[in-house]
């Protein structure tokens, strides 16, 4: 079956812009986590939905959000993009759990010049 | 709070040589703990898992609630163990999956 897919995989934005990012998920997977990967940090979670429902967040700032969609499609939305944001946005999938097997996406690399 | 703390950013050993990966949590209940590695150009994906106490690609991972760890280890590293891993820790019911910062793995010949 068809893994996760991120879209775009790629962007390019200036401060003070804001982003949208699509995560699908594999087919009967109903949790979807969203990711900030960057060197210095590494995989930071940002926040969980399940159902259509966040489930959990991280510590992140307002301007980082995010929703689900009935199909189990997710965005997440980053509004006055600061130089700091820039990093590799991993969204996984899971069944039921996020315990259960995570599956990852390729993730969308996000360049704020 | 939950934490996962890796404390070697990067490993190199040598072909054949024995390889432990450092993994300490903290968390005050049961938590569940896992391995992911990501090889180069690859997606991130689930090494192990410790409730499952299984082997796998060799490596093989024993909680230790006394000592907060969940060191992973193989016996004999190949070139191709090379890659990054990292260890994630879900605690209680409601709370979200953690992961360390991970660890470069580098085996070399």
Same mark, same amino acid.
């Given at each position: 079956k068809a893994g996760v897919t991120q879209t775009p995989r790629y962007l390019i934005k200036?401060?003070?812009?804001?982003?949208?990012?699509?995560?699908?998920?594999?087919?009967?997977?109903?949790?979807?986590?969203?990711?900030?990967? =960057?060197?210095?940090? !590494?995989?930071?979670? +940002?926040?969980?939905?399940? $159902?259509?429902?966040? &489930?959990?967040?991280?510590?992140?700032?307002?301007?980082?959000?995010?929703?689900?969609?009935?199909?189990?499609?997710?965005?997440?939305?980053?509004? =006055?993009?600061?130089? !700091?944001?820039?990093? +590799?946005?991993?969204?996984? $999938?899971?069944?039921? &759990?996020?315990?259960?097997?995570?599956?990852?996406?390729?993730?969308?690399?996000?360049?704020?010049? | 709070a939950q934490r996962v703390t890796q404390p070697e950013k990067l490993l190199s050993v040598f072909k054949g040589a024995p390889v432990e990966l450092k993994c300490n949590y903290s968390y005050s209940g049961s938590p569940e703990l896992f391995w992911y590695v990501q090889y180069s150009r690859q997606r991130l994906q689930l090494l192990l898992r410790h409730i499952s106490r299984e082997s796998i690609k060799g490596f093989t991972a024993d909680l230790n609630k006394g000592e907060t760890s969940f060191h992973l280890k193989k016996p004999f590293a190949q070139e191709e163990d090379s890659a990054m891993y990292y260890c994630a820790l879900k605690g209680g019911a409601g709370t979200a999956l953690i992961f360390g910062k991970g660890t470069t793995l580098s085996v070399s010949s």
């Open positions: 200036t401060r003070g812009q804001q982003v949208t990012l699509s995560c699908s998920p594999i087919s009967g997977h109903r949790s979807v986590s969203w990711y900030q990967q =960057t060197p210095g940090q !590494g995989l930071q979670f +940002l926040f969980e939905y399940f $159902s259509e429902t966040q &489930r959990n967040k991280g510590n992140f700032p307002g301007r980082f959000s995010g929703r689900q969609f009935s199909n189990s499609r997710s965005e997440m939305n980053v509004s =006055t993009l600061e130089l !700091g944001d820039s990093a +590799l946005y991993l969204c996984a $999938s899971s069944l039921v &759990r996020v315990a259960d097997t995570q599956y990852f996406g390729p993730g969308t690399r996000l360049t704020v010049l | -």
